[in-house]
Nanobody, 117 residues
């Protein structure tokens, strides 16, 4: 049974930081490219970042470039998203995703990040 379980969300002040984690199980995590996406209130789904299976390449949406860092620990089957200099517009439900080409096949349940003073 495939599971992607996000943790680490919550409330942060503008300019603050949070680190999201995603624990994967039931599939070959080390052989999978992984992504983060988000959906803000009243907005559509937005892709945030990708990391390839061996961490040699990462990609970011322009809206988070320079502030967010994606990483992974294949020994722990865990994906991370370090979010710095958070802005109110980063408020969203964040999803951990297994990427398959330009699509995705497995999704986590999502975790809420709220940026507010």
């Amino acid at each position: 049974q495939v599971q992607l379980v996000e943790s680490g969300g919550g409330l942060a002040q503008p300019g603050g930081s949070l680190r999201l984690s995603c624990a994967g199980s039931g599939f070959t995590f080390s052989g999978s490219d992984m992504s983060w996406a988000r959906q803000g209130p009243g907005k559509g789904l937005e892709w945030v970042s990708d990391i390839v299976k061996d961490s040699t390449r990462t990609y970011y949406a322009d809206s988070v470039k320079g502030r967010f860092t994606i990483s992974r620990d294949n020994a722990k089957n865990t994906l991370y998203l370090q979010m710095n200099d958070l802005k109110p517009e980063d408020t969203a439900l964040y999803y951990c995703i297994r990427a398959v080409g330009s699509s995705a096949d497995y999704w986590g349940q999502g975790i809420q990040v709220t940026v507010s003073s």
